[in-house]
């Protein structure tokens, strides 16, 4: 079997050769990159070059199937230090203006600003309503350690600026892109697969983007009649977004991401995110496809409702010491219910992590797993900069070991 084969026959819940091994080299390679420090071995190779010399299979979480074209906004960009705009509005693109990353078409203006930090950026949205901003952080940890801006403020902060954000979305059209999406799975072909990524559930995209976590949590109680009309706003968007995704070429779709009951409690999920999924996960199975979330967050107390939204993978799904969850004890609930991609936290891969040990854990993943049905060998979230490549190529080998003849 091929990369492909084997990855699709396990979701499909069909017998394969061996148990899957996928992991995720993004940070790992950007960081390196970033410092001029790869291997000698993978200093002119591509990420996805490193992952098909190391007979590695390979993901693409984000495939693109739709874009959004947004109308009657205009963007001002504040900066102190233009090699810190630059880098944050060309590699971190996606993560300054999130779902609003389609910015081509809107008029951009750029102010240099010698108040801000000197690693911080401010983006103003401006509309006919007013206007709202965000602004980010790129320190030089962070850009070292290959990591992403960290968000310092949110859209809404105060009550009026729902009805801007809400004037945003309903002035932002969402068009199909089928052939970007076929595009990279050609350029992947037989060597891994590629997810339609759909991002975040309405409430969650609330949470992450426009309130930030903590103002949302006062929010849901503060403003519940606010919050509840932009989450209806939004999932009619959102809802066309799923009829995109279910009619695009995708067998594989990625939807929601990060969940963590300590700020997520089992109630918040059923009103707000058990809808939105079950939706989502009803039509894509009508049409034979699959629903995928990216569960590396604390998933202690989420178990349970998690197997009422019809999700079929769990991916980068990340046990402890990183989590309060084991393999098995998220086995005993989800049983084969739900397909594990994951099981190997990333703190197990770095350098710090003692070398007896890390095989130890590697080989309990196994006995926990056992007899591996249901099961993709992964990392939760992502190999960490510090992590010797050695140990990624020393899972292959016992993946053939372990992973033929499960212990």
């Not at 705009?85 to 600003?113: A, C, H, N, P, W």
């Not at 949110?154 to 009805?163: A, D, P």
């Not at 993709?376 to 992502?382: A, E, H, Q, R, T």
């Not at 992590?387 to 992973?403: D, H, S």
């Amino acid at each position: 079997m091929n990369h492909k084969e084997r990855i699709m026959a396990v979701l499909k819940k069909q017998a394969v050769d061996h148990i899957p091994w996928v992991p995720r080299l993004d940070m790992w390679y950007l960081a390196h990159k970033e410092k001029n420090t790869l291997p000698l071995e993978c200093q002119d190779s591509s990420l996805w070059d490193i992952h098909r010399n190391l007979e590695l299979a390979m993901y693409e979480r984000n495939g693109q199937v739709y874009r959004e074209k947004i109308q009657n906004l205009e963007l001002v960009i504040h900066y102190r230090d233009r090699r810190i705009k630059d880098e944050m509005l060309g590699r971190y693109k996606s993560t300054i203006f999130g779902r609003f990353k389609e910015v081509e078409e809107v008029e951009i203006k750029y102010v240099q600003d010698a108040e801000l930090g000197p690693y911080e950026i401010v983006v103003e949205y401006i509309t006919p309503l007013g206007a709202v901003c965000t602004r980010f952080s790129h320190p030089p940890e962070l850009q070292q350690a290959g990591v992403r801006p960290v968000q310092r403020e949110y859209m809404i902060k105060q009550k009026k600026h729902y009805r801007i954000v809400e004037y945003i979305i309903e002035n932002t059209e969402v068009i199909p892109t089928y052939s970007r999406f076929l595009q990279t799975q050609q350029k992947i072909g037989d060597d891994g697969v590629v997810f339609a990524m759909a991002r975040y559930c309405p409430m969650h995209e609330i949470l992450r983007s426009y309130l930030g976590y903590e103002r949302g949590c006062y929010e849901l109680y503060d403003h519940p009649r606010e919050v509840r009309h932009l989450w209806e706003v939004l999932t009619e968007q959102k809802n066309q977004i799923q009829d995109i995704c279910v009619n695009s070429p995708a067998e594989l779709v990625s939807c929601g991401a990060n969940f963590d009951s300590a700020i997520i409690s089992p109630s918040l999920f059923g009103e707000y995110f058990l809808p939105y999924f079950r939706r989502f996960s009803q039509l894509l199975h009508e049409q034979a496809k699959i629903l995928i979330s990216h569960t590396d967050g604390e998933m202690k107390g989420l178990l349970e409702v998690f197997l009422e939204t019809g999700i079929d993978v769990a991916e980068a799904f990340t046990p402890c010491p990183m989590t309060k969850l084991t393999l098995a004890e998220v086995r005993k609930v989800w049983q084969d219910r739900i397909i594990i991609w994951g099981g190997i936290p990333s703190v197990v891969l770095s350098q710090d992590f003692p070398r007896r040990k890390f095989k130890d854990y590697i080989i309990n993943v196994f006995r926990e797993i056992a007899p591996g049905k249901a099961f993709i060998l992964g990392v939760g979230d992502n190999t960490p900069a510090d992590a010797p490549l050695e140990r990624i190529t020393e899972i292959n080998q016992m993946v053939e070991k372990y992973g033929r003849v499960l212990l």
